[in-house]
């Protein structure tokens, strides 16, 4: 189990959180509630094998493509 913490800011309030992050389950799609105003956030994980990185996209729930 490879667990990371890292600090995140909240796309709708700002605030800065700490999450842990479990990079050993490969690419993940999530959502998690902000500490401070209740909103969701939409976490993106992306394991990349080749160049042994981890990427982590954070967005909130409401964005949308038109």
């Not at 709708?12 to 509630?33: E, F, M, V, W």
């Amino acid at each position: 189990m490879r667990v990371m913490n890292k600090v995140i800011a909240c796309p709708h309030c700002g605030h800065h959180q700490d999450i842990s992050i479990d990079a050993s389950c490969g690419d993940q799609d999530y959502y998690d509630d902000c500490r401070i105003c209740c909103n969701p956030i939409h976490l993106r994980l992306h394991i990349d094998e080749l160049r042994r990185t981890v990427e982590l996209y954070i967005d909130s729930d409401d964005e949308q493509i038109y």
